[in-house]
């Protein structure tokens, strides 16, 4: 036998909750406390909340084209909760359900949504990167700013989220590769929905998982039940911990699915079919996440009713700030554009009125 | 090739030097007084640089600073990026300039957008240092001169340094600018003058043009290497040659008082005349100087072709010949 196996790798998998909600780790399971299991349903229901009212609000007219994190609830709030305030997050547009996490306030997201880049003017001591809109071309700035970390010596890591279209371009390997090479403390978070709008995750790729590839720069890529909401917390916890102690990065592939369109400029019905759509109903976050609750005693539908309402009042609230701001003005990006004018600038200011 | 040396008075002690040893000063100058200066490119560190502009940087600041990559420029840019966003101030080098079109898209999305995309919130403070330009008988894609490009999108600067003395004091002004720089380096010029520098830090202003020599019949405007052809072409006429350095946002008042004095203009250029800088000054001198103007602006620039190997150099950058021809064209009009 002329060739030798010089290398076999292991993707690990991870998942807590089973499909219908019960534990299927019952050790991991119980180490959750019930205060945590109410926060983590809270954010849960808050996600669910403010997406479902930007798709109503979208319907109306009152923003612009929306895309729906619906079905990614639990892969965004289980990752976002188990951040810390230091750490650094780059996300995609898809993210919505993570700002909020992270702390950005409800009326930026709207505002931003509406078509007003004031709402990326991110509040001081949030360090959360505006939304990125070429697809991958933000994952190499979370190996960066974790490079920087490293080399200031502060305990904090960078945290990039895409999708599994993200994973074909090069930006996502020249990203992974100089994080392997730097150990910088970085988390690569994979949202794979199984669709880039009409590609399927099999004809993205021909690998088996995306999580294998972290292998190929060093460091290890795992799978983890995106729609369970303890283990992308546990993962992203662990992944963390382990950047802030020296051990570089690691990537973690969320299997999830969107439920619903691309953008509200999409229309799925055209490439998947409907019985793909039932059986992903199935696994669906919040059910599932209610199930466990249920079993661990700590649910009724008064006590999510009473939730439910309050996480309304306050979206409903950054509503209406967002829709009373006054509109921005074409001067604010021009005055933004170098941090002092252009000779050209003023004048186009001066002589178009823009200043006034 | 004429030596240009700076008339600013100069009192501390001054060495004589290439543009590539007053490179390696700057960079030294910064390394030094800002611990969060950072130093990332291919073959930076234990190379010195492919033109060994960062010669001897590594051992005197270690790995962590003077950053050996992975041969990646869309990954160099976009991990400078995230540094400079994080609060870090990366100079960054891109061994040639026809490499960074694989990272055209971080320069164009990110690099140049985040100002504006967070309205302040995070910036850039980052330098991309390249060579550009003929001269130095490279392989296809080494010698591009796509300064234009670059002028184009909102948020960056481009300067062109010209002579050893500029090029550090310009560099020093490029790391201190709190938004990016394109900082592109002639390459013919690396080793082809050198000129008197004090060693002490100083700064050349950003968006300042230099007039290198004073004259009332004809104004002539480059940058670069081909500053050096444009001004030995002048003989024989009383030229004003203007030495541009910034190109984005450039010098206009320098440029109008000299057309104001002369009403004739001729812009040198070693890049493709279409869509090049030339054409934006044209331009500007037409919208703000019409009828000081005797004759038509004229550029002196590369044919509409792509930049060449070694054996078409010289034909393809505009020689003392053909760029004294077009002053000729522009006094007899």
Redesign the interface.
């Known amino acids: 036998m002329p060739y030798k196996t010089i290398k076999t790798i292991n993707v690990r998998h991870l998942q807590i909750l089973d499909e219908s909600g019960h534990a299927a780790d019952p050790a991991e399971a119980s180490a959750f406390s019930d205060d945590q299991l109410k926060a983590f349903f809270k954010a849960l229901l808050q996600l669910r909340i403010y997406n479902d009212l930007a798709l109503s609000l979208q319907r109306e007219g009152r923003i612009g084209t929306y895309p729906s994190y619906y079905g990614q609830e639990a892969a965004q709030a289980g990752s976002a909760l188990a951040m810390e305030k230091a750490d ?1 997050l ?1 996300p995609t547009f898809r993210e919505t359900g993570v700002y909020l996490l992270m702390g950005l306030p409800a009326t930026n997201l709207f505002r931003y949504w509406l078509g007003d ?2 709402g ?5 001591g949030i360090n959360v ?2 939304m ?3 697809v991958g ?13 490293k ?1 200031k010596k502060r305990k904090e890591a ?1 945290v990039a989220y895409f999708g599994d279209g993200a994973s074909s371009r ?2 996502f390997h ?2 992974l ?2 994080a392997g ?1 730097y150990k910088a403390p970085a988390v690569f978070i994979c949202m794979n929905n199984q669709w880039a709008i009409s590609l399927p995750r099999s004809a993205q790729c021909a690998g088996d998982t995306i999580a294998q590839r972290a292998f190929s720069y060093g460091f290890e890529g795992l799978q983890v039940d995106g729609n369970d909401m303890l283990a992308v917390y546990k993962a992203t916890k662990d992944a963390l911990d382990k950047a802030k102690s020296g051990g570089g990065p690691t990537l973690i592939e969320c299997i999830t699915y969107r439920l619903g369109n691309h953008t509200t400029a999409d229309d799925a019905k055209r490439y998947r079919s409907e019985a793909e759509l039932a059986k992903w109903m199935g696994r669906e976050p919040l059910k599932r996440f209610r199930a466990y609750m249920k079993d661990r005693g700590i649910w009724n539908e008064d006590y999510e009713k009473e939730v439910s309402a309050g996480i309304r009042a306050d979206i409903d609230k950054a509503i209406k700030e967002a829709e009373a701001t006054a509109p921005p003005e074409l001067k ?2 021009i005055l ?4 002092e004018q ?3 600038q003023v004048r186009e200011l001066e002589e178009n009125g823009w200043l006034k | 090739m004429a030596e240009v040396d700076s008339k600013k008075a100069v009192t501390s002690p001054r060495l004589k030097v290439t543009m590539v040893k007053a490179l390696n000063m700057a960079l030294d100058e910064q390394l030094a007084a800002d611990e969060d200066v950072l130093l990332m490119g291919e073959d930076v560190g234990l190379d010195g640089g492919v033109f060994r502009v960062s010669d001897g940087l590594l051992a005197k600041y270690g790995k962590e600073r003077i950053i050996d990559t992975p041969l990646a420029e869309l990954g160099i840019l976009g991990a400078a990026f995230g540094m400079s966003v994080y609060g870090l101030k990366p100079i960054v080098e891109i061994q040639f300039m026809a490499f960074i079109y694989e990272a055209i898209e971080q320069v164009f999305s990110h690099i140049t957008r985040t100002r504006s995309r967070s309205r302040g919130r995070f910036t850039c403070n980052m330098v991309i240092r390249t060579p550009y330009g003929l001269g130095i008988k490279g392989p296809e894609l080494h010698s591009d001169s796509t300064e234009a490009i670059f002028c184009h999108m909102p948020g960056l600067k481009v300067v062109v340094p010209s002579s050893p003395y500029n090029a550090k004091g310009l560099l020093a002004a490029a790391v201190a600018d709190p938004d990016p720089v394109l900082f592109v380096e002639p390459a013919r010029l690396y080793r082809g003058l050198k000129a008197h520098v004090p060693e002490e830090p100083y700064t050349v202003p950003l968006s300042k043009a230099e007039i290198i020599q004073e004259g009332s019949e004809l104004t002539v405007i480059a940058w670069g290497s081909m500053l050096h052809k444009a001004l030995e072409a002048t003989e024989g006429y009383g030229a004003e040659v203007i030495d541009l350095l910034t190109l984005k946002p450039f010098d206009e008042d320098t440029i109008l008082n000299s057309v104001k004095k002369t009403g004739r203009v001729v812009i040198v250029h070693e890049a493709t005349g279409f869509c090049g800088l030339g054409a934006e000054i044209s331009a500007f001198i037409g919208e703000h100087s019409i009828l000081h103007l005797k004759a038509p602006v004229l550029r002196c620039t590369g044919p509409d072709a792509v930049v060449p190997m070694a054996l078409l150099e010289k034909y393809y950058m505009p020689s003392v010949e053909r760029i004294a021809r077009t002053y000729k064209k522009v006094m007899e009009f």
């Open positions: 650094w780059f880049e004031r990326m003017k991110i509040p001081e990167m505006p990125s809109v070429p071309s933000h994952i190499p700035h979370a190996t960066g700013a974790a490079m920087a970390m080399y960078a090069g930006d020249e990203a590769n100089m090479v604010e990006i933004n554009t170098n941090a252009t000779a050209r």
